[in-house]
């Protein structure tokens, strides 16, 4: 019995060296959908495309299944040329 414990004590301790390291704290998200932008702004879909038409949304980038991501940057930017000195 004393070799068995031994071999598990073995076998657990090599099984904690080769653990993985922890995930890295996530980052911010760089890259947000048309729908979390117009949720944040509290604006419907039909507005996001009456201003996409008209060219006044930040930059988008559309991805190869169609869909478009604006970067985090871009639409602060974005927001911040559409402030207005009241």
């Avoid at 996530?26 to 949720?39: A, D, G, H, M, N």
Wanted: aromatic share 6%; with cysteine.
């Amino acid at each position: 019995m004393a070799a068995t414990s031994s071999r598990n004590q073995s076998t657990s301790s090599r099984a904690s060296s080769t653990a993985r390291p922890a995930a890295p704290a996530r980052k911010s998200k760089q890259w947000l959908t048309v729908e979390e932008i117009c949720e944040e702004l509290g604006v419907h879909r039909r507005t996001w495309q009456h201003w996409r038409t008209r060219k006044r949304v930040p930059t988008l980038h559309k991805l190869p299944n169609g869909e478009y991501r604006i970067h985090c940057d871009a639409y602060q930017e974005w927001l911040a040329g559409l402030q207005v000195d009241a």
